[in-house]
């Protein structure tokens, strides 16, 4: 189903613009939470995701550092160095809260107790007792400070190109953190989105979801996720090999992009992507139609060769056009990851 049809065109319209020029303010109850503590805790977490932690600490009172700052967004991956969970994470002074999909979180858990031997650090499943909220846009920034004082740790992170931040809360205070958010209004609009809504708009922005555009049978980089989630200048952490090899050594089959296709009626579900010529490279994984209805904005996956923005295609017939395509992988012989 396109959720585009079940939203008002002029309420569209005011969240695109919060997206835009303020922020949109998301509760996220599909996400559980692990908390990590001890003295070991940092060190021990950065070894098992794709983003480096080694620079965060608590986000500072009053202060708008760039992003990421205070926390991070990133992977966590298998030895094969195939994606299993995106982790939202919020660095405290005395613990780090780790936020992933629900039916991911126990076992992330397992996962994560696995390699736990030597070092100080505990692991608590926490998802019944806290809560996140998600602020997109170039303002969320500004928002942590209100987020904060109504009893949220927050963090600066830009995990979909378009600005944000992150909020976990104790649950009873998570209605709070929203209000305190929505209310901290001033140079642009800030409001609250639903996940209706949120599904519109990040198709539109070219951000993928899990489970839908991506899954644990995908790489970073065939997701195009590497530039938002993997750091390729950190210390060894579970699946590098794999996932270092692939960008700096060869490249992914196959790559996510958005499209632009030509026509107003919804596409087929998982709708082939073809060349001009006909020849299949790849399928349609996600679709919304264009704010004024003249053609459909999609992500899907096409092989990699072809994942260059302006390349012509076909989409179940019809005309389209590659709109977003990440940048190509660094040429082969660079540095070996660091150990």
Same mark, same amino acid.
């Given at each position: 189903?396109?959720?585009?049809?079940? *939203?008002?065109?002029? =309420?569209?319209?005011?969240?695109?613009?919060?997206?835009?020029?303020?922020?949109?303010?998301?509760?996220?109850?599909?996400?559980?939470?692990?908390?990590?503590?001890?003295?070991?805790?940092?060190?021990? *977490?950065?070894?098992?995701?794709?983003?480096?932690?080694?620079?965060?600490?608590?986000?500072?009172?009053?202060?708008?550092?760039?992003?990421?700052?205070?926390?991070?967004?990133?992977?966590?991956?298998?030895?094969?160095?195939?994606?299993?969970?995106?982790?939202?994470?919020?660095?405290?002074?005395?613990?780090?809260?780790?936020?992933?999909? +629900?039916? +991911? !979180?126990?076992?992330?858990?397992?996962?994560?107790?696995?390699?736990? !031997?030597?070092?100080?650090?505990?692991?608590?499943?926490?998802?019944?007792?806290?809560?996140?909220?998600?602020?997109?846009?170039?303002?969320?920034?500004?928002? %942590?400070? $209100?987020?904060? $004082?109504?009893?949220?740790?927050?963090?600066?992170?830009?995990?979909?190109?378009?600005?944000?931040?992150?909020?976990?809360?104790?649950?009873?205070?998570?209605?709070?953190?929203?209000? %305190?958010?929505?209310?901290?209004?001033?140079?642009?609009?800030? *409001?609250?989105?639903?996940? $209706?809504?949120?599904?519109?708009?990040?198709?539109?922005?070219?951000?993928?979801?899990?489970?839908?555009?991506?899954?644990?049978?995908?790489?970073?980089?065939?997701?195009?996720?590497?530039?938002?989630?993997?750091?390729?200048?950190?210390?060894?952490?579970?699946?590098?090999?794999?996932?270092?090899?692939?960008?700096? +050594?060869?490249?992914?089959?196959?790559?996510?992009?958005?499209?632009?296709? =030509?026509?107003?009626?919804? *596409?087929?579900?998982?709708?082939?992507?073809?060349?001009?010529?006909?020849?299949?490279?790849?399928?349609?994984?996600?679709?919304?139609?264009?704010?004024?209805?003249?053609?459909?904005?999609?992500?899907?996956?096409?092989?990699?060769?072809?994942?260059?923005?302006?390349?012509?295609?076909?989409?179940?017939?019809?005309?389209?056009?590659?709109?977003?395509?990440?940048?190509?992988?660094?040429?082969?012989?660079? %540095?070996?990851?660091?150990?």
């Amino acid at each position: 189903m396109d959720p585009t049809h079940e *939203l008002p065109t002029h =309420e569209m319209d005011e969240q695109r613009r919060a997206l835009r020029e303020g922020a949109l303010v998301e509760a996220m109850p599909e996400l559980g939470t692990l908390i990590v503590t001890g003295s070991d805790r940092q060190s021990w *977490l950065n070894g098992l995701v794709t983003c480096d932690l080694a620079p965060q600490q608590p986000l500072p009172a009053g202060a708008r550092p760039a992003p990421p700052a205070g926390g991070a967004y990133g992977l966590n991956v298998g030895k094969t160095g195939k994606i299993f969970a995106e982790v939202w994470i919020v660095v405290a002074a005395d613990r780090i809260y780790v936020g992933a999909l +629900r039916d +991911r !979180i126990e076992r992330l858990r397992e996962s994560f107790e696995r390699y736990l !031997i030597m070092e100080d650090a505990e692991l608590q499943d926490a998802s019944d007792a806290h809560a996140w909220v998600f602020a997109h846009g170039p303002r969320s920034a500004d928002l %942590a400070a $209100a987020g904060r $004082a109504a009893g949220a740790e927050a963090a600066i992170v830009d995990w979909t190109g378009l600005g944000g931040a992150l909020f976990v809360a104790p649950r009873p205070a998570e209605g709070a953190v929203v209000a %305190a958010l929505l209310a901290a209004g001033g140079a642009g609009p800030v *409001l609250p989105t639903t996940a $209706a809504a949120w599904d519109v708009l990040r198709v539109e922005s070219n951000v993928p979801r899990f489970g839908v555009d991506f899954d644990d049978q995908n790489f970073p980089q065939e997701a195009s996720l590497e530039e938002r989630a993997v750091s390729f200048n950190k210390g060894c952490y579970l699946g590098q090999e794999t996932v270092f090899m692939l960008q700096m +050594r060869g490249h992914a089959k196959k790559r996510l992009v958005q499209l632009a296709v =030509e026509g107003e009626g919804a *596409l087929p579900a998982g709708a082939e992507i073809a060349l001009p010529d006909g020849a299949a490279v790849g399928a349609v994984t996600s679709q919304v139609s264009e704010p004024r209805g003249q053609r459909v904005i999609a992500l899907g996956y096409v092989k990699y060769k072809h994942a260059v923005q302006g390349t012509a295609l076909k989409v179940a017939g019809r005309s389209a056009e590659i709109t977003r395509a990440p940048s190509p992988a660094p040429s082969s012989g660079s %540095a070996a990851p660091k150990r």
